[in-house]
């Protein structure tokens, strides 16, 4: 079972870019399907991005493609969201998550969550 720990986060201006990064343990990293969601106040957590075990395929979600780049070291056992150009439509609780499974759904495990607040 995998247990993830979120870092990265915080406040940004409008225009601005962000990393987060999510570590892993307590499973063969390189085996995981992992993905970026956000929920924003008063809205359903949000799909943002996903890639698979070895880095060779990425989904992004249409608000954050082509300013978002999902990545992941599995020597660090480490998954990284790249934001750029932020605005407050950003701002949102950040969780990555983790599946066995090829999925952009229903991952069996969350990391705590982290906050990011983009200010315009």
């Known amino acids: 079972q995998v247990q993830l720990v979120q870092s990265g986060g915080g406040l940004v201006q409008a225009g601005g870019s962000l990393r987060l990064s999510c570590a892993a343990s307590?499973?063969?990293?390189?085996?995981?399907?992992m993905g970026w969601f956000r929920q924003a106040p008063g809205k359903e957590r949000e799909f943002v991005a996903t890639?698979?075990?070895?880095?060779?395929?990425?989904i992004y979600a249409d608000s954050v493609k082509g300013r978002s780049t999902i990545s992941r070291d599995n020597a660090k056992n480490t998954v990284y969201l790249q934001m750029n150009s932020l605005s407050p439509e950003d701002t949102a609780v950040y969780y990555c998550?983790?599946?066995?499974?090829?999925?952009?759904?229903?991952?069996?495990?969350w990391g705590q969550g982290t906050q990011v607040t983009v200010s315009s």
């Open positions: 890639i698979s075990g070895n880095g060779g395929a990425t």
């Open positions: 998550a983790a599946d066995l499974r090829w999925v952009i759904r229903n991952y069996n495990y």
């Open positions: 307590g499973g063969t990293f390189s085996r995981y399907t």
